[in-house]
């Protein structure tokens, strides 16, 4: 020992004096001369200092940085959603009281420094909370308020110091309290989501440092008691924390537990996919793949639950009633549905167009990644889709109606039990090399003209048989008995979309009703260039529709949405009968919306809310509690959120642009922006949309760019960016509001120039384009061999045939299965030959 003071005493004795000066303030100048220059470790005092002074300035140190992370979100986001104003008020309110506190009775910095630090931060969030939101006025009265309070804390003559205390206490329980909802989550929830550990334990490293500090620097209960509670608490989300990570499984290990699949017990890591293990077409009823259990939904039950998802075609978010009280369209079984489901009420197509909308929602990727540039767009047969995925996991993944695929009629669904409604071939290739040349097949007018009353349209064709299919689907899967594979069901109907006729029965619905016109109406002259052309593009800009015609028009397409509803009410039904509905996740939404006469505009092509917003539920009230979420959510997550729901993964090496909606689904905090792309008719560029927060920003080379917030302007009739070209025009002197407007269209601007190379796609949909209008060319000469799909119906092998014995034939297509004397008996004989037909 004397060794080593002899080596260290030359350089102790000689530190630079600033060094030095600093040692002796922190520690003081009896423990810098017994620690530093006499190395007296015998000194148990002065070592105790050091250390709590050490801790201390370790602790100020880190919270210096803490909530850097959460700034940069916000100021990266430029949206405060998700973020409570009122629990950082409420902290910041108690930070300031401690630090008036400590301040004032004359505490070492090193025992309360960081929240000094805290605070500041704090302040900068709430002021960012406050500008996103919209209230930049409310942020500089924050502002203003914060330093009246701090005046008033720290003036003695206005605050005592016995008022002081009793603030603290206040203050301290304040921040105790604030544990507790956590620590009530974690229960309720059966873990700890996305809450970070390493906050945790540093928060509880942090809290039992201050006691420590606080007995060795401050000789005050107050902060004590205050730091020991604290300490309690923090220990208690420790110990919560620690009993969760292991819980579930000895092989789930630390990160690895927020990538497991939902509620999965024995969950395995998500691994890629492999074929030679996954279920061929016999499938493994027990997972297929051959971990059985750890794949599934729930724990409790050893099947794995089924997956309906049911679509509708060009079905307006905002004119549902689950988005709109006032809204005038009856939908009873939807609402019901809403009722039981987790709704999401910014949910948003990829593309306002069938096509490149459904091929990115079932890719999970972006229509030009794909090449889903219009609705004559082939995307190849090696893009993964939730239906590969599902597949690989031993799912029988079935569609039955419309999916606009063109080529491949498949792309990973195991069976289709319907043709499509539209072409699966190159003949509505878009034009850009001739925009102005109407094409054959581009909506008109007809359809407004021509609303009404029909017995019988395509559409009804096409969606009575999708329902049939649909309906017998489901009863010949549960009459395959126990053993059958879990199914992901795909009923995507074809309406409301236009022409806008239906039935009596759904049209008489309306009868009465003064059906509501369209909120917003626009003079042709004052349109922005899209919708300009848009109404040029569908053969509209020289219509002068009277209000009869928009209200036929609009009736029944309010009677398509009930008959959609009715469609919606006869699945869950079927679920129910073959009692499936306990172990279904029901998924419902749609390609895009529909206009509907709103500001001049029908049909869909364009970013406003009626066109590109869809309706999104998922339903799974055993996990899910039913909820609302409001922020932006696309239907490309929907691939993420299927994978989470059987518990895989999309294979991280492949690229991903949709998010699982998992934390949504269970309440914790989620992604809050889409992207959209759009290169279809109606545009001579690509048109793009970023929506984040309450901000849609929308960007086209040809026709500049537009931004609406939301919030303010839920009708987007103020185009933010138009008004600010027009004040910069006339060198108007802007306010600190347009200013800040100002930055987040440069933001965006800068954000959308990043992200698409305009030049480079519209080059590659003008090589596209040209490529397909040349193939379509030549494949019509001569022979023609369609691509659309031809479903396998043999009538030779079903009901009665003389190579079937009667009885089994009978007793198998009974549902639920008979004795002899008809009495049920809860099991169908799964081991005749096959209930299809063998
Ligand atoms: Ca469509």
């Not at 996991?393 to 491949?408: I, N, R, S």
């Not at 309440?667 to 984040?692: N, Q, W």
Request: glycine residues 8%; hydrophobic residues 40%; proline residues 5%.
């Amino acid at each position: 020992m004397d060794a080593v003071k002899s080596a260290l005493q030359p350089i102790t004795h000689n530190l630079p004096a600033p060094i030095r000066d600093l040692g002796v303030s922190i520690i003081g100048e009896k423990c810098y001369r017994a620690l530093i220059l006499d190395i007296d470790h015998e000194n148990t005092e002065c070592v105790k200092l050091a250390i709590s002074k050490g801790l201390g300035i370790g602790i100020i140190a880190a919270s210096s940085i803490v909530k850097v992370p959460q700034i940069l979100k916000l100021v990266n986001s430029q949206s405060a959603s998700g973020v409570s104003f009122l629990s950082y008020l409420l902290e910041t309110s108690s930070y300031l009281i401690s630090l008036a506190y400590n301040v004032r009775n004359g505490f070492p910095f090193s025992t309360f420094g960081e929240t000094a630090l805290i605070l500041g931060q704090n302040v900068i969030i709430c002021g960012l909370v406050l500008n996103y939101s919209g209230k930049q006025g409310m942020a500089a009265l924050f502002v203003a308020a914060l330093a009246a309070s701090a005046a008033t804390l720290f003036a003695p003559n206005l605050v005592d110091m016995q008022t002081l205390a009793y603030l603290q206490a206040g203050a301290g329980v304040l921040g105790v309290a604030s544990k507790v909802p956590q620590i009530a989550a974690i229960w309720q929830q059966g873990g700890t989501g996305q809450l970070s550990a390493f906050a945790v334990f540093n928060y509880l490293i942090g809290s039992l440092s201050r006691i420590f500090t606080t007995l060795q620097e401050v000789d005050d209960k107050l902060i004590l008691y205050g730091f020991i509670a604290g300490f309690a608490l923090n220990l208690v989300l420790a110990a919560q924390m620690v009993y969760y990570w292991n819980a579930p499984s000895a092989k789930a290990k630390g990160k690895q537990k927020e990538k497991m699949p939902i509620a999965a017990p024995a969950a395995k890591k998500a691994q890629p996919p492999n074929i030679s293990v996954n279920g061929g077409l016999n499938g493994n009823p027990n997972g297929a793949n051959g971990h059985g259990n750890g794949n599934g939904v729930s724990p409790q039950t050893q099947k794995r639950p089924n997956i309906l998802y049911i679509m509708a075609d060009q079905l307006a978010a905002p004119l549902l009633k689950m988005y709109n009280d006032k809204s005038q369209i009856l939908t009873p079984n939807l609402d019901k549905l809403a009722s039981r489901s987790v709704q999401f009420d910014s949910a948003y197509c990829p593309s306002p167009l069938c096509a490149p909308s459904r091929m990115s929602m079932i890719t999970g990727l972006l229509p030009v990644k794909i090449g889903a540039y219009d609705n004559a767009a082939q995307i190849g047969s090696d893009v993964p889709t939730y239906a590969h995925y599902l597949r690989l996991q031993g799912y029988h993944t079935v569609l039955a109606g419309k999916m606009h695929f063109v080529g491949d009629q498949l792309h990973g669904y195991e069976t289709r039990l319907t043709s499509d409604i539209y072409p699966g071939d190159f003949g509505w290739v878009v034009n850009w090399d001739q925009p102005d040349t109407r094409l054959e097949w581009y909506h008109n007018a007809s359809s407004i003209l021509q609303a009404g009353v029909c017995v019988r349209s395509n559409q009804l064709d096409y969606d009575e048989e999708v329902m049939y299919r649909a309906k017998q689907y489901m009863y010949d899967h549960v009459r395959e008995g126990p053993d059958a594979r879990p199914f992901c069901l795909t009923v995507s109907l074809t309406h409301p979309h236009d022409p806008y006729t239906i039935e009596q029965k759904y049209w008489d619905l309306y009868e009465g009703v003064d059906i509501e016109l369209p909120k917003v109406r626009i003079p042709k002259e004052d349109q922005d260039p899209h919708s300009k052309r848009l109404m040029k593009v569908c053969d509209l800009w020289d219509e002068e529709f009277s209000d009869e015609q928009i209200k036929r028009a609009r009736r029944a397409y309010y009677g398509a949405v009930s008959y959609v509803d009715d469609c919606v009410g006869k699945l869950l039904d079927v679920l129910k009968q073959c009692r499936l509905d306990d172990n279904t996740i029901i998924i419902f939404s749609g390609d895009h919306g529909d206009m509907l006469g709103e500001r001049g505009l029908w049909y869909k092509m364009s970013y406003f809310e009626s066109s590109v917003r869809v309706p999104l539920l998922v339903s799974y009230p055993q996990q899910f509690q039913p909820r609302r979420v409001t922020q932006n959510v696309s239907t490309l997550d929907i691939l993420p959120t299927m994978c989470d729901l059987v518990g895989t993964k999309p294979v991280r090496e492949l690229p991903m642009d949709g998010v699982s909606l998992l934390p949504h689904l269970q309440g914790r905090e989620g992604h809050d922006t889409v992207f959209a792309e759009y290169t279809g008719e109606g545009t001579v560029s690509p048109l793009m949309m970023i929506k984040r927060g309450p901000w849609k920003y929308i960007i086209c080379p040809a026709d500049g760019s537009q931004l609406f917030n939301l919030e303010s302007d839920p009708l987007e009739l103020h185009d933010l960016a138009k008004s600010l070209k027009k004040k910069q025009a006339l060198s108007a002197e802007l306010s600190a509001e347009d200013k800040g407007v100002q930055k987040i269209f440069e933001a965006f601007e800068a954000e959308a120039h990043e992200r698409w190379d305009f030049k480079r796609i519209t080059e590659d949909v003008l090589y596209s384009q040209r490529k397909r209008r040349l193939v379509w060319g030549a494949l019509r000469k001569g022979h023609f061999t369609s691509w659309d799909y031809n479903p396998q119906d043999d009538g030779r092998e079903k009901y009665i045939r003389s190579h079937i014995p009667l009885d089994d034939l009978e007793r198998r297509a009974r549902y639920p299965a008979v004795d002899a004397y008809g009495r049920e008996t809860g099991s169908v004989k799964v081991d005749q030959a096959g209930s299809h037909g063998q």
